[in-house]
């Protein structure tokens, strides 16, 4: 393998990405640092009397509810602080969605499960089909974490190569499609559990509504329309762009070692492992389909809709589903755990119980650094809250919005670039979301949209530029997978080659959100792109 040179710095607008972001902290210090300003702005918007009338409250007298900010440097709030600290830790919505998947999807990577996978999805592909394979592939190994990266890109190297087509498009339409769409799937994962549960807590600290129910299915019809408005996108920019660009392909000796490692075809083990693999995911959906339909329905709440209910229009098909949703979390958790059991019990990666629990293990080691930046991110967000800034920011931007006359769909594609462009400095999709969810979720409630349709223009703008930031994480891995075929390959080189995939993802995946708003068509099950405020309870 080709050491990647040191970078070059580069110019223009993307040097500006780069040196500015460079310079950023840690996200976890990011979130230490702005808890301190936060404090600070806190007590003097305090101090001033900056305030706001609640949207959806009154007093008993029927004057309206005024929510004042509240210092966090005050007596209660710091006693708060540091009585309530593993409390507020431990409550964050996020952290408990994460943990219980990755460790089902810890076993599932670990055990070759998801690289075997991925391995035999795209190595049977018919040549004139091969982008739109790989892009598919690409888009659904999301669920895989690290593999879509590690295992995947320099496979579509690989097949581009051996199709005698350039290797350095198959490289780039996997990562379009891994990193560009990454919010694009067929069924929520662990994105969803993470970004869906940022947005709840969102919800629940504005103090908008109460018992407002999001679950990780509610962007699930969004999801699966990208997947499909992203595929023929990519398809059109590697075979008509991209490629022409590098122009022909002439593979050297030096590939050789390359070709034979990739070229190695699944042994009887690994493809019984995926058969037994397929038959335990089949297992798990029929378990989950019995317990939504089977005698005593655990998975619904019939109460929602118990006699009576239809007539007086108070049954609600989303309160009766919503145990379903709610468990989501544990089917995925099973999903993963017992596929990747079943197949590393078939390919011999899985000898034992020790060996079970000890990918478990290995899946929660990987999330050290989540916890870390979790700790940071929950008390940064209960400390918006306990300072009401949230809800008072959110009441004056929603204000200012509306006096401004934009219509929806311009205030969807604002939220799309802002997102986009903040993306080229903080990489993180949780670390950023968590950061202007507070603001973003109750000010667009304010404004009609429902948390899960902002949740929805979150993700759009959040995948088009992951492509062409230095500041990615897997950029420079990506660089060295491109140097193995061309050594001259550089940064800039990599930005240049990405950057049409993220024009057009960018622009492809707003016009259907701004398509999908208009026609209001639901996110997911439950979930619809708007949201009407509740009426105020007269006293």
């Known amino acids: 393998m080709t050491d990647a040179p040191a970078a070059a710095t580069q110019k223009g607008f993307l040097g500006i990405v780069e040196r500015a972001g460079n310079k950023l902290p840690d996200p976890v210090f990011l979130f230490f640092y702005l808890i301190f300003i936060l404090m600070g702005i806190s007590a003097i918007a305090a101090a001033l009397g900056v305030s706001a009338i609640h949207p959806t409250q009154v007093n008993e007298d029927g004057s309206p509810v005024i929510v004042a900010t509240a210092s966090l440097l005050s007596a209660a709030n710091l006693q708060r602080l540091f009585v309530e600290m593993p409390a507020t830790f431990t409550h964050f919505h996020p952290l408990g969605f994460v943990l219980i998947v990755m460790l089902g999807a810890g076993v599932a990577e670990r055990s070759g499960f998801f690289a075997s996978g991925m391995r035999a999805a795209v190595r049977g592909a018919p040549k004139a089909f091969l982008t739109p394979v790989v892009a598919f592939i690409a888009m659904l190994s999301n669920h895989a974490s690290d593999a879509g990266y590690v295992v995947l890109i320099p496979l579509a190297g690989v097949l581009y190569a051996a199709a005698g087509r350039h290797p350095l498009a198959g490289i780039a339409a996997a990562f379009a499609g891994v990193s560009g769409g990454f919010s694009a799937n067929i069924t929520p994962g662990q994105l969803d559990a993470l970004l869906l549960g940022i947005t709840q807590t969102a919800v629940d600290s504005s103090g908008i509504v109460e018992n407002y129910s999001v679950n990780i299915a509610g962007n699930w019809w969004f999801i699966i329309g990208l997947t499909f408005v992203f595929l023929p996108v990519i398809w059109f920019v590697t075979d008509r762009i991209i490629e022409p660009r590098l122009g022909a392909w002439q593979a050297g000796p030096e590939h050789a070692a390359q070709f034979a490692e990739s070229e190695k075809p699944l042994d009887a083990g690994q493809s019984r492992g995926l058969a037994m693999a397929g038959l335990a995911t089949l297992g798990v959906v029929a378990l989950w389909i019995f317990l939504t339909i089977g005698p005593g329905t655990p998975l619904i709440n019939e109460a929602a809709c118990a006699p009576g209910t239809v007539e007086a229009g108070i049954c609600s098909v989303h309160l009766t589903l919503d145990p379903f949703y709610k468990s989501l979390v544990a089917a995925f958790f099973l999903v993963f755990l017992f596929a990747g059991w079943a197949y590393g019990a078939s390919a011999g990666t899985i000898r034992n119980h020790r060996d079970l629990v000890g990918m478990m293990a290995e899946g929660m080691k990987e ?61 993180s999709a949780s670390a950023k979301w968590a950061l202007l969810a507070p603001i973003l979720v109750p000010m667009l409630m304010l404004l009609g949209v429902s948390p899960e349709g902002t949740t929805a223009a979150y993700r759009v703008g959040d995948g088009a530029t992951n492509i062409i930031t230095p500041l990615m994480v897997y950029f420079p891995l990506i660089l060295i997978f491109c140097q193995r075929w061309v050594k001259s390959f550089g940064l800039g080189s990599l930005t240049a080659l990405m950057l049409p995939y993220s024009l057009w993802l960018l622009v492809s995946g707003g016009l259907m959100t701004v398509v999908w708003f208009m026609l209001e068509l639901p996110l997911g099950p439950g979930a619809s792109v708007l949201y009407a405020l509740p009426e105020i309870a007269t006293p």
């Open 367 to 427: 999330m050290g650094y989540y916890l870390v930046l979790a700790f940071a991110v929950s008390h940064f967000v209960a400390m918006f809250n306990w300072s009401n800034l949230g809800l008072i920011g959110a009441v004056h931007g929603a204000s200012a919005i509306s006096e401004s006359g934009l219509p929806l769909w311009a205030i969807i594609c604002i939220t799309i670039l802002f997102t986009a462009f903040l993306n080229l400095f903080v990489g």
